[in-house]
């Protein structure tokens, strides 16, 4: 999914403000910015323009070749598991790793179902990899 469908996905989140109230706010940045860890990709294929980082996602987007070979960090169980643990200490990151897990529940739906990807390479570190060849006897 691209940043304005996740932030138009991410205004569903507007639903639990009774609840949450204010913290909904940090809930939905979380959903929204836990692609900050793509920044890698814009930096390596030198995609500093708009139209070029437009291009180069769209590519990603369809590619499922590209996509098995691309790590993003903040997208993984045992990033998500790490947060909700610290969240045990640090309260506040439970909102966080909320906000991460309904991103990662929404690129299900979209790469997993819709796309047809296979969507366990970027779930799971492990899983990454495990698609790049890693456990390979050469």
């Not at 590209?66 to 309260?91: G, K, M, N, R, W």
Request: negative net charge.
């Amino acid at each position: 999914m691209n940043f304005r469908q996740h932030f138009l996905v991410g205004l569903l989140l507007l639903a639990i403000y009774p609840w949450l109230g204010a913290k909904t706010l940090l809930v939905f940045a979380a959903s929204v910015f836990i692609d900050a860890d793509h920044i890698h990709v814009i930096f390596s294929e030198k995609a500093f323009t708009y139209s070029r980082i437009k291009s180069l996602f769209e590519k990603y987007r369809t590619d499922k070749e590209i996509v098995q070979h691309i790590f993003c960090l903040f997208h993984t169980v045992e990033f998500i598991v790490v947060l909700y643990a610290f969240s045990l200490v640090y309260p506040v990151l439970i909102y966080i790793a909320i906000g991460f897990s309904f991103h990662i529940v929404c690129d299900i739906i979209f790469y997993g179902l819709i796309m047809d990807f296979s969507i366990t390479r970027w779930l799971s570190f492990i899983g990454f990899l495990g698609a790049n060849g890693a456990w390979d006897d050469d």
